[in-house]
């Protein structure tokens, strides 16, 4: 909801970082998988109790993660890339959940199971989503240019930073915000099938 405004703030600042670092010959992937390393030790670090760190690391993580985007641009994106980036994504979104479920299993457990399925559910919908808009030969820049069609809802990536955010500040309302972000997840899942039984009938 909220990243199609973030995207046009952020846009100019990522450019401006990209330009140096594709000029350095950084590549894209290695942007991808340096922002997949970030989030995944954000993930130990809630783990471990350290929210603070892992807030700092969650930020630069999705830093990143817009930031390999505006060097493919520079450089020329790859089927590749636009794969590694969707991938790393959905082993970032699980990370964080399990961070908190490993820090108080006792408190956190359901509460983190439930969102883990949420995000399950919704990834299999985005995802099937693409698969059949792209063999449909359908094209959309609602996000931007991106490697496969993406369709956009009420839980995107703005919003999941927010609520990962919110958690490494107040840890102790994760399992509140856990189930409320699982319900709008699983609207935003609802929604993408009933634009699908409309659009691919």
């Known amino acids: 909801m909220i990243d199609g405004w973030a995207h ?12 140096p670092l594709s000029a350095a010959g950084v590549s894209a992937n290695a942007i991808t998988a340096a922002s997949l390393a970030t989030g995944l030790a954000a993930g130990l670090a809630i783990a471990l109790g350290r929210f603070w760190l892992a807030l700092l690391l969650i930020l630069l993580s999705r830093l990143g993660d817009g ?58 919908s985005f995802l099937a989503y693409a698969v059949i808009a792209e063999k449909r030969g359908m094209s959309t820049n609602a996000r931007g240019r991106k490697s496969f069609f993406f369709t956009t809802g009420l839980a995107e990536a703005g919003e999941t930073l927010v609520v990962f955010a919110l958690a490494c500040l107040w840890p102790q309302w994760f399992p509140l915000a856990a189930y409320v972000f699982a319900v709008v997840t699983l609207y935003t899942t609802g929604s993408r099938v009933v634009l699908a039984s409309r659009v691919f009938r």
């Open 8 to 19: 046009k703030k952020m846009e100019p600042l990522l450019s401006a970082l990209a330009r």
């Open 67 to 124: 930031l390999d985007g505006a060097v493919a641009r520079i450089r020329g994106g790859t089927d590749l890339g636009g794969y590694m980036d969707i991938v790393f994504d959905f082993v970032y979104y699980g990370a964080i959940p399990l961070g908190f479920i490993f820090y108080d299993p006792a408190t956190n457990g359901i509460a983190g199971a439930v969102l883990l399925f949420s995000f399950y559910v919704n990834g299999a």
